[in-house]
């Protein structure tokens, strides 16, 4: 069993910066993957990034290349979000997942654990 923490979030205007934190815990975590997701009110959960967790590879939706960085840190078990320039459409809650299988990089339904979400809003 894997938990995830997720912290860092808030409220910040538009033009700043936040960075998420996703902290794993439980008796073994071999992710293959960790990702970001996000989901604002009304709307499906997107996908916002992801960083193979052994290699360091990262992906990033269209919308948040050259403003968010995903990197990890192995001996801490957390996986981190880097938020800049952000956007009204950038409200939502955050999630970070855990794929266990390396299955997939952007669909959220064949991630494996979830952490409980944060919240982000960003004022005009």
């Known amino acids: 069993q894997v938990q995830l923490v997720e912290s860092g979030g808030g409220l910040v205007q538009a033009g700043g910066s936040l960075k998420l934190s996703c902290a794993a815990s439980?008796?073994?975590?071999?992710?293959?993957?960790m990702g970001w997701f996000r989901q604002a009110l009304g709307k499906e959960r997107e996908f916002v990034s992801a960083i193979s967790w052994n290699v360091g590879i990262t992906y990033y939706a269209d919308s948040v290349k050259g403003r968010f960085t995903i990197s990890r840190d192995i001996a801490m078990k957390t996986v981190y979000l880097q938020m800049n320039s952000l956007k009204p459409d950038d409200t939502g809650v955050y999630y970070c997942?855990?794929?266990?299988?390396?299955?997939?990089?952007?669909?959220?339904?064949?991630?494996?654990?979830w952490g409980q979400g944060t919240q982000v809003t960003v004022s005009r």
């Open positions: 439980g008796q073994t975590f071999n992710a293959v993957r």
């Open positions: 997942a855990a794929d266990l299988r390396g299955s997939t990089w952007h669909r959220p339904e064949l991630y494996d654990y």
